[in-house]
Nanobody, 120 residues
Framework: VQLQASGGGLVQAGGSLRLSCATSGRTNYVMGWFRQAPGKQREFVAGITWNWGTTVYADSVKGRFIVSRDKAKRMLYLQMNSLKPEDTADYYC????????????????WGQGTLVTVSS
C-alpha cells in the first residue's frame, strides 16, 4: 500500500484548504486523516470507509472538515474550512482493514505528512 499526501500550506484563520492523498494497493478498507502538532501526539481527524463512504470525525473538526474519496481516481480528500490556528499540524493519510478507529496504532500504513499552518 502506498499513500501520497499533498495540499498543505499557509492559510489565514478562517480560510480553507483541501488536502489530497493518492492511494495505491488493496481495496476494501478504511482511510483516515490524522494530524500531529509539534510536541504533541498524533491525533485522529477523520475517517471514511472506502466502499460505503461512511464517515467519522473528531469533535474538534466536526462541522468544519469534510472527508471524501473518489474511488475511480483512488484519491482521498480532506476539505478544511473555517481553519483555526490550533489546526496547525502535519497532516497524515493512513489506511487499515476493519472499522474506523481513532487510535493511530491501529493503522499500519501511512503516507508522509503535509504541513498545514494557520496564521492568526
Amino acid at each position: 500500500v502506498q499513500l501520497q499526501a499533498s495540499g498543505g500550506g499557509l492559510v489565514q484563520a478562517g480560510g480553507s484548504l483541501r488536502l489530497s492523498c493518492a492511494t495505491s494497493g488493496r481495496t476494501n478498507y478504511v482511510m483516515g486523516w490524522f494530524r500531529q502538532a509539534p510536541g504533541k501526539q498524533r491525533e485522529f481527524v477523520a475517517g471514511i470507509t472506502w466502499n460505503w463512504g461512511t464517515t467519522v470525525y473528531a469533535d474538534s473538526v466536526k462541522g468544519r472538515f469534510i472527508v471524501s474519496r473518489d474511488k475511480a481516481k483512488r484519491m482521498l480528500y480532506l476539505q478544511m474550512n473555517s481553519l483555526k490556528p490550533e489546526d496547525t499540524a502535519d497532516y497524515y493519510c493512513t489506511t487499515r482493514s476493519g472499522d474506523i478507529t481513532s487510535n493511530a496504532s491501529d493503522y499500519p500504513w501511512w503516507g508522509q505528512g503535509t504541513l498545514v499552518t494557520v496564521s492568526s
